[in-house]
């Protein structure tokens, strides 16, 4: 698949199904493993980080709150994927590869 480019933001790699959150938490929960796909995140996102195996985001850099969660829960995070929301579909299979920056949908 095509690989999508941003910044490393929490190293490590993680593949699972993409969840993409649009409008907060509360349209919908994470389940353990899934992948977070969201434009940014705000505060009262952190119980979604929980079950998270990996979180990818449209904006915000290393000190956005999305990015702070996801290197305290040890998660690997990439932001900077402009359109994250529109390319990625829910219940695609991706990896995200916080450490290189990349995020990629994996063939099944």
Known sequence: GAVLAGDPISAGVAKGRAKVLR????????????????????PSWT?????????????????????????????????GIEKATEEIRDGD?????G???TVKRVKE
């Open 47 to 79: 119980p979604v980080f929980i079950n998270a195996a990996g979180v990818v985001m449209e904006v915000g850099g290393p000190l956005q709150h999305g990015a702070i969660i996801a290197r305290e829960y040890g998660i690997p995070c990439v932001s």
């Open 99 to 101: 450490t290189s920056g």
């Open 23 to 42: 409008t907060g938490p509360y349209e919908k929960t994470l389940a353990r493993g899934e992948i977070l796909v969201a434009r940014a995140s705000e």
């Open 93 to 97: 299979l991706i990896e995200v590869d």
